[in-house]
């Protein structure tokens, strides 16, 4: 175990087969892999970086 809880039993093509994907671990995290009417390079320019607790 990698320390990422269920995420780490799930695969890539597991996330990509579905357009939203939430984990519900020690910190929820959902994964949004595609989004209508925005293309990952407008999405990318506009991204933030935050840090939780201490972490970039």
Known sequence: MNGLGTASLASA????????????????????TSTPGITFDEAWEKRE????QGQI
């Open 13 to 32: 093509e597991d996330v990509l087969a579905h357009e939203i994907t939430i984990f519900r671990d020690y910190v929820r995290v959902d994964v949004q």
């Open 49 to 52: 970086i935050m840090n939780y």
